[in-house]
């Protein structure tokens, strides 16, 4: 796996600062968002390609170059996706004939919509326009830059995506249909458009001046503002265990069950029972009882009606009686939400915390809802991680959920 944030563009970085409950979140500049008033954000601002593959591909200066080229001229999604799929690859252990059968999914659509507000205010039309402005661009350049070219195609299911795509990718394999998928997700950039459009809806956090941009994002609290936007990228290697063990690959963790479901209708606010039926769809699955579940990353965005229906179903599916509570955190206080990214991201942060036997902080949580569950607390936990669930969930009623285990 791999990921590429402004907390981290390494795994081992990502563990470390989500460890520590450090934030990316920070002031954003007026101009990104077209806002006559101060917000906050998690920006990778100090990413190039030629960088990126100066820290990782030293060692491969052919890797490096290949890299370079795919990426030449492409946006910024299409840039971010060519570095973690590398990455991901190459802790996978992959060659030439992995490569050559595997699948390749890129989760979500519409990635580039900064790129799309810029280009349509230019004088003058770049010939690359007829490909970048396409999300399939994000398979081509990825496809060159790894060598994958078996089936391929994007997974759209807009904040959804991320665990969707890693949903289609165990099915693929699990089928049979392809020996092993790359599962990637390139970060979604946003234009002042879609930033003015969620301050409308009201789900995007806008802070006092007088606050700390971190505590603008705070799931799960009373006083929760909105989602705080953040940049990221990250992409999975899924592939049968037996498979990865003929290469001396120990797999990071297992998934164990999947589960969408849909809430019927269309909207911005999400309904508690499509919620709990993903989970319970991703639980029967795995064949893993509710209360064998150490542990839960929500989706939780900070959002006023997403927060609180989000924490109903988890004590529609957690809260009978005699069940075990799990730990509940949330990722996007540290990260951001990556949007389309946020769910694979999400799903690389659970692994990171079962592989190293702890669990992040919920560091802005002051005044939790009330609920059956366990919040993490402000501080990291040392604590055994052996079946995790993960959850994204999005607009027009998408609902997704994941099992991860490290059960053999």
């Keep these: 796996m791999a990921v590429l944030n402004p907390l981290a563009d390494s795994v081992p970085g990502f563990a470390a600062a989500l460890r520590s409950g450090r934030s990316a979140i920070a002031m954003t500049p007026e101009a990104r968002t077209g806002r006559e008033h101060a917000t906050v954000g998690a920006w990778l601002d100090d990413f190039t390609v030629t960088g990126w593959?100066?820290?990782?591909?030293?060692?491969?200066?052919?890797?490096?170059?290949?890299?370079?080229?795919?990426?030449?001229?492409?946006?910024?999604?299409?840039?971010?996706?060519?570095?973690?799929?590398?990455?991901?690859?190459?802790?996978?252990?992959?060659?030439?004939?992995?490569?050559d059968?595997?699948?390749?999914?890129?989760?979500?659509?519409?990635?580039?919509?900064?790129?799309?507000?810029?280009?349509?205010?230019?004088?003058?039309?770049?010939?690359?326009?007829?490909?970048?402005?396409?999300?399939?661009?994000?398979?081509?350049?990825?496809?060159?830059?790894?060598?994958?070219?078996?089936?391929?195609?994007?997974?759209?299911?807009?904040?959804?995506?991320?665990?969707?795509?890693?949903?289609q990718g165990a099915r693929l394999v699990r089928a049979g249909l392809a020996a092993g998928c790359l599962v990637v997700a390139p970060l979604t950039d946003l234009s002042p458009l879609e930033f003015r459009a969620y301050r409308m809806s009201g789900v995007l956090a806008c802070p006092d001046r007088?606050?700390?941009?971190?505590?603008?994002?705070?799931?799960f609290d009373r006083s929760r503002l909105g989602f705080v936007y953040?940049?990221?990228?990250?992409?999975?290697?899924?592939?049968?265990?037996?498979?990865?063990?003929?290469?001396?690959?120990?797999?990071?963790?297992?998934?164990?069950?999947?589960?969408?479901?849909?809430?019927?209708?269309?909207?911005?606010?999400?309904?508690?029972?499509?919620?709990?039926?993903?989970?319970r769809a991703a639980l029967a699955e795995s064949?893993?009882?509710?209360?064998?579940?150490d542990y839960v990353n929500a989706h939780a965005a900070g959002t006023v009606a997403g927060d609180a229906v989000e924490v109903a179903a988890l004590d529609a599916v957690f809260g009978g009686r005699g069940h075990h509570r799990p730990l509940v955190n949330s990722t996007k206080p540290l990260t951001g939400h990556a949007m389309t990214a946020a769910g694979l991201q999400e799903i690389v942060a659970s692994v990171v915390q079962m592989r190293d036997g702890f669990c992040h902080p919920n560091p802005q949580l002051r005044d939790p809802l009330p609920t059956a569950c366990r919040y993490a607390a402000?501080?990291?936990?040392a604590t055994r991680i052996d079946v995790a669930l993960t959850n994204s969930f999005a607009f027009s009623g998408i609902n997704t959920s994941l099992v991860l285990t490290t059960r053999s």
């Design 230 to 279: 953040g940049q990221g990228a990250a992409a999975i290697v899924v592939e049968n265990a037996e498979r990865a063990a003929q290469r001396c690959v120990t797999p990071l963790a297992a998934i164990a069950g999947t589960g969408q479901r849909l809430d019927g209708r269309r909207g911005v606010e999400p309904t508690r029972d499509g919620l709990a039926d993903a989970m």
């Design 53 to 99: 593959a100066r820290r990782h591909l030293a060692e491969d200066p052919d890797a490096g170059q290949r890299l370079r080229m795919a990426t030449a001229r492409c946006a910024l999604p299409a840039q971010t996706a060519a570095c973690v799929a590398v990455a991901a690859v190459r802790a996978a252990k992959w060659g030439a004939a992995d490569v």
């Design 378 to 381: 402000p501080e990291a936990q």
């Design 287 to 293: 064949d893993i009882d509710a209360c064998d579940v």
């Design 101 to 167: 059968r595997a699948a390749l999914l890129i989760a979500g659509n519409n990635l580039a919509l900064d790129y799309y507000a810029r280009t349509a205010g230019a004088d003058r039309l770049p010939p690359s326009h007829v490909l970048t402005h396409a999300d399939v661009d994000v398979i081509g350049v990825v496809s060159e830059a790894t060598g994958v070219r078996g089936e391929g195609w994007t997974v759209g299911g807009a904040t959804a995506s991320g665990t969707l795509a890693a949903i």
């Design 210 to 219: 007088d606050d700390p941009p971190p505590r603008a994002c705070r799931p």
